[in-house]
């Protein structure tokens, strides 16, 4: 892909679709949706993301992908070619930033799911048989500042060296592979997690809203972890979407991208909400959440620790997949608007982002560098995770549904959407969406982030 000025292409719908859920399926799923429900107190939370997902995230994915498609560009660049000698562009370049600030904590966490990988391997999780335990395995995993920085590293080298090479060959392939297993080992896991004591108690918990939860830091959770989970809202379904050809239905690639996304997403709830009731964990745990709770499932499994591992490699390759399309956003724009070669610009970006990643992997424990207490409540990490995962994915979201509804217009939007004939999945279907885009994506994310200000309840 984009070698010696050619721009690359995804194989074909199912090639880009497997890609594009690549992007999307990741961490977001598995380790930030259960533990922001978690926080965000169960069955509420969960109502209000799905709400978000088919509101806003579908409609977002739409944009994206369109303003990918037609102008072949990066973030930056797409903008620039549909409306020069604007500031409009800037919104690309804050989607750029953010995908930056965004791999530097989420390597971190990344890094984490390498250090359960060797732990799993060589017998290390075998004494987490309840909270307290599992809760002892991961502060010192994670506690260690060596450690912690070393697993960032390695998982850092890891992305650059597949977005070095290209991202299409190495992301398609890999995905065609992974999510089929990784899927059925989310189903075999919430089995397991269902059928325990006090399992069905996670159920109702996830599954149940409590109208008494509600409020506007919750809202704004529920929105930054919709467009989290589908990587929206800086540009990376921007740069996906410009490796495409025409002939792929975009209406049918991107509601099946977010689709997937939201079922994973909810297996991973029915995984750790029914096991975390059984062994008698805190929802609120934050973010540790999963990798306490995890270790305690497998270890009441026969084969726990083959599926152990297995589980840990799956959900690194997850990660990988996406810490790779955070990467590419930043280095396609190097590439297309600086003229970098792909080579020195991952090189480059890559390292520069594993400095900015040390403070954050320092955090959990290492060393409280924001003192007792952190920022509005926050470790660094979980600061980082916030500003740039739920803020400005909101503020970046908004304003492309305001570019797209408004400046570019939904009618050449939607004909971007069906180009190539792809259309008319249903006329009214795309004056749905052209709402959405126009009214109420960007009146959604105003009125939560103006609220926030105002009153100052950042959670
Ligand atoms: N969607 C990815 C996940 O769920 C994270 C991500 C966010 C990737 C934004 C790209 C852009 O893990």
Redesign the pocket.
């Known amino acids: 892909m984009a070698t010696s000025g050619t721009r690359g292409q995804w194989s074909g719908q199912l090639g880009f679709i497997l890609a594009a859920a690549g992007?999307?399926?990741?961490?977001?799923?598995i380790w930030r949706f259960p533990y922001s429900a978690g926080e965000g107190g169960g069955g509420l939370f969960v109502l209000i993301y799905l709400l978000f997902v088919i509101l806003i995230g579908v409609p977002v994915m739409f944009a994206e992908l369109s303003l990918g498609r037609t102008t072949h560009r990066n973030p930056v660049g797409a903008f620039k070619a549909l409306v020069p000698k604007t500031l409009w562009p800037a919104v690309g370049g804050l989607g750029v930033i953010t995908?930056f600030f965004?791999l530097a904590f989420?390597s971190v966490v990344a890094g984490w799911t390498l250090g359960y990988l060797f732990s799993s391997a060589t017998g290390g999780l075998a004494s987490a048989v309840d909270g307290e335990s599992s809760t002892a395995i991961f502060t010192s995993l994670i506690g260690s500042p060596l450690q912690a920085i070393a697993l960032t590293a390695i998982f850092m080298v890891l992305t650059v060296t597949v977005v070095r090479g290209g991202v299409s060959s190495g992301i398609e392939r890999m995905t065609t592979i992974l999510m089929p297993v990784l899927f059925v080992l989310l189903l075999v896991l919430a089995g397991r997690a269902l059928t325990l004591d006090g399992g069905v108690e996670g159920f109702v918990y996830l599954f149940k809203p409590d109208f008494n939860e509600l409020s506007v830091p919750v809202v704004m959770s529920a929105l930054g972890q919709a467009l989290?989970?589908?990587?929206l809202g800086?540009g990376?379904m921007i740069t996906y979407g410009s490796y495409l050809s025409d002939e792929v239905n975009l209406w049918k690639a991107g509601a099946s991208v977010a689709g997937f996304d939201t079922l994973i997403a909810i297996l991973s709830g029915l995984i750790i909400f029914p096991a975390l009731f059984s062994v008698g964990a805190e929802p609120t745990a934050g973010p540790g959440l999963v990798f306490v709770v995890l270790p305690t499932i497998f270890n009441s499994m026969p084969l726990g620790e083959i599926i152990a591992f297995l589980f840990f490699a799956l959900l690194a390759i997850a990660a990988l997949t996406?810490t790779i399309?955070?990467l590419e956003v930043v280095v396609a724009y190097f590439v297309d608007e600086r003229g970098w070669s792909r080579t020195q610009a991952s090189f480059a970006i890559g390292g520069v982002c594993l400095a900015f990643a040390i403070p954050s992997a320092l955090s959990q424990g290492a060393v409280d560098a924001l003192g007792e207490g952190g920022l509005f409540g926050w470790d660094f990490l979980t600061l980082n995770n916030n500003i740039w995962g739920n803020y400005a994915l909101s503020l970046g979201a908004m304003l492309i549904c305001l570019f797209v509804g408004w400046k570019w217009g939904a009618k050449k939007f939607v004909d971007a959407l069906e180009a190539g004939g792809n259309k008319r999945f249903a006329l009214p279907g795309s004056s749905i969406v052209a709402v959405l885009i126009k009214v109420v994506c960007p009146l959604a994310v105003l009125l939560t982030l103006v609220y926030i200000v105002i009153t100052g309840s950042y959670f």
């Open positions: 992007s999307a399926i990741g961490l977001g799923n995908g965004i989420y989290f989970s589908l990587s800086m990376a996406s399309s955070l």
